[in-house]
């Protein structure tokens, strides 16, 4: 639960602020408050003269140590259990992304120093009373907490946390995954990936093949996995599809199959950061540009971090990969993207809706939703009408486009 002593400085601040729409209320403006003062608090202004003075082992440690607070689901909501992929029995290939330049060879990099590794990939299975009923177990059956499917035609949902890469838990998302999963009837299976600065990309592209891999090999059909990602996380969906769809064109890997369907919640859809609404909506949003000018910004710490802000790594940041609207999207399963008019990244996230539809045209292909006088990943104010009419909305998108 957020801290009351934090919620409490938020109540008065916010009765006094400026920061807000009539539509928002208390609960809502304090728990912004209290979200905006961690990501302020976090990400300090440096320039890339301090880049020798910056200890990233000490940037991380402070993350883990003043993490996003974990959200409460509610009794009513969903129950969770947490488990371990034993991350050397999925069979992905080092070289499953080779083709994809420096991000290939990378990717190579960071696959082969995890093989050696001995290591455990946790996640969270997060499973609703409802998924009970639509999958005729008894809500005490134990098989709900395990990762097997419950039956050949399941339907679960993978889902990946936003927090900018460097932040973030399962745990500081079950409150709005649970709300999703419950509207939904179905469990979802939450990845705690690696955090930058210590894991810069690719890591957490790798942990994503390797949870999607871990869950065909458990028996789960690749037409049943429902990608799920808030903001950074929605970033890590769309990697994971162009990942899966370049093995699967490329045979560089075991050809694991394509998700059924993809929903992205406020998903991040570039690292270079140019729309209008970065500037118009910063008044209202709970988060806010950094600059790539910062060695401690977000995108500077997932990406080679402690490198210099040269010409030739900004022109790396526009890898497809990274950014996401230079990426050729054509062929990918339906998508869903919900967004708030008020977030700063809605600019950017328009751009990327576009240009998906785009290339992927027809019916029920490509949606997207923006909630008026929302914010970035609304989501999470599970008590505001906009997140249940939203929870319901992807319950009714997964019915409809996953066979």
Same mark, same amino acid.
């Given at each position: 639960?957020?801290?009351?002593?934090?919620?409490?400085?938020?109540?008065?601040?916010?009765?006094?602020?400026?920061?807000?729409?009539?539509?928002?209320?208390?609960?809502?403006?304090?728990?912004?408050?209290?979200?905006?003062?961690?990501?302020?608090?976090?990400?300090?202004?440096?320039?890339?003269?301090?880049?020798?003075?910056?200890?990233? !082992?000490?940037?991380?440690?402070?993350?883990?140590? /003043? *993490?996003? %607070? =974990?959200?409460?689901?509610?009794?009513?909501? @969903?129950? +969770?259990?947490?488990?371990?992929?034993?991350?050397?029995?999925?069979?992905?290939?080092?070289?499953?992304?080779?083709?994809?330049?420096?991000?290939?060879?990378?990717?190579?990099?960071?696959?082969?120093?995890?093989?050696?590794?001995?290591?455990?990939?946790?996640?969270?299975?997060?499973?609703?009373?409802?998924?009970?009923?639509?999958?005729?177990?008894?809500?005490?059956?134990?098989?709900?907490?395990?990762?097997?499917?419950?039956?050949?035609?399941?339907?679960?949902?993978?889902?990946?946390?936003?927090?900018?890469?460097?932040?973030?838990?399962?745990?500081?998302?079950?409150?709005?995954?649970?709300?999703?999963?419950?509207?939904?009837?179905?469990?979802?299976? !939450?990845?705690?990936?690696?955090?930058?600065?210590? /894991? *810069?990309? %690719? =890591?957490?592209?790798?942990?994503?093949?390797? @949870?999607? +891999?871990?869950?065909?090999?458990?028996?789960?059909?690749?037409?049943?996995?429902?990608?799920?990602?808030?903001?950074?996380?929605?970033?890590?969906?769309?990697?994971?599809?162009?990942?899966?769809?370049?093995?699967?064109?490329?045979?560089?890997?075991?050809?694991?199959?394509?998700?059924?369907?993809?929903?992205?919640?406020?998903?991040?859809?570039?690292?270079?950061?140019?729309?209008?609404?970065?500037?118009?909506?910063?008044?209202?949003?709970?988060?806010?540009?950094?600059?790539?000018?910062?060695?401690?910004?977000?995108?500077?710490?997932?990406?080679?971090?402690?490198?210099?802000?040269?010409?030739?790594?900004?022109?790396?940041?526009?890898?497809?990969?990274? !950014?996401?609207?230079?990426?050729?999207?054509?062929?990918? *399963?339906?998508?869903?993207?919900?967004?708030?008019?008020?977030?700063?990244?809605?600019?950017?996230?328009?751009?990327?809706?576009?240009?998906?539809?785009?290339?992927?045209?027809?019916?029920?292909?490509?949606?997207?939703?923006?909630?008026?006088?929302?914010?970035?990943?609304?989501?999470?104010?599970?008590?505001?009408?906009?997140?249940?009419?939203?929870?319901?909305?992807?319950?009714?998108?997964?019915?409809?486009?996953?066979?």
């Amino acid at each position: 639960m957020l801290p009351l002593l934090a919620v409490a400085k938020q109540v008065l601040r916010c009765c006094v602020s400026r920061r807000r729409l009539p539509e928002w209320d208390v609960r809502m403006r304090a728990e912004m408050g209290v979200v905006h003062d961690i990501v302020n608090r976090q990400f300090r202004e440096s320039t890339d003269d301090d880049l020798d003075s910056i200890d990233y !082992a000490r940037v991380q440690e402070e993350y883990l140590s /003043h *993490p996003i %607070p =974990a959200m409460w689901m509610g009794f009513w909501v @969903a129950r +969770h259990r947490a488990h371990c992929i034993p991350t050397g029995e999925t069979g992905l290939s080092p070289d499953a992304l080779a083709g994809l330049g420096f991000a290939g060879d990378m990717f190579r990099d960071v696959a082969t120093a995890d093989k050696g590794a001995g290591r455990m990939l946790p996640f969270e299975i997060v499973a609703p009373w409802t998924c009970c009923k639509r999958n005729g177990v008894a809500c005490r059956d134990p098989r709900l907490l395990e990762p097997a499917p419950l039956h050949k035609d399941e339907k679960i949902f993978l889902a990946f946390h936003g927090g900018w890469y460097v932040l973030g838990s399962p745990a500081s998302h079950r409150r709005m995954l649970g709300q999703v999963a419950r509207a939904a009837g179905m469990r979802a299976f !939450a990845v705690d990936y690696r955090l930058a600065p210590l /894991h *810069p990309f %690719p =890591a957490q592209l790798h942990d994503a093949l390797l @949870a999607f +891999h871990h869950l065909v090999r458990l028996g789960h059909a690749p037409k049943n996995i429902v990608l799920l990602g808030d903001s950074a996380g929605g970033h890590l969906c769309v990697d994971l599809l162009l990942a899966l769809r370049h093995i699967r064109q490329t045979t560089t890997g075991p050809d694991a199959g394509m998700p059924g369907a993809a929903v992205l919640l406020s998903p991040l859809t570039t690292l270079t950061l140019s729309g209008a609404s970065l500037s118009k909506n910063k008044q209202f949003d709970y988060i806010f540009p950094i600059p790539v000018e910062w060695p401690t910004s977000p995108i500077r710490m997932f990406f080679k971090p402690g490198q210099r802000c040269t010409q030739a790594y900004r022109e790396q940041l526009a890898h497809p990969l990274l !950014a996401l609207e230079r990426a050729d999207l054509s062929g990918l *399963p339906p998508v869903l993207i919900q967004s708030g008019d008020k977030e700063v990244l809605i600019d950017d996230i328009r751009e990327f809706a576009a240009r998906l539809a785009e290339q992927n045209p027809g019916p029920g292909a490509v949606v997207s939703e923006e909630y008026q006088n929302m914010v970035h990943v609304f989501h999470h104010f599970v008590h505001r009408p906009e997140a249940k009419r939203a929870a319901a909305a992807i319950a009714q998108f997964v019915e409809q486009s996953v066979d």
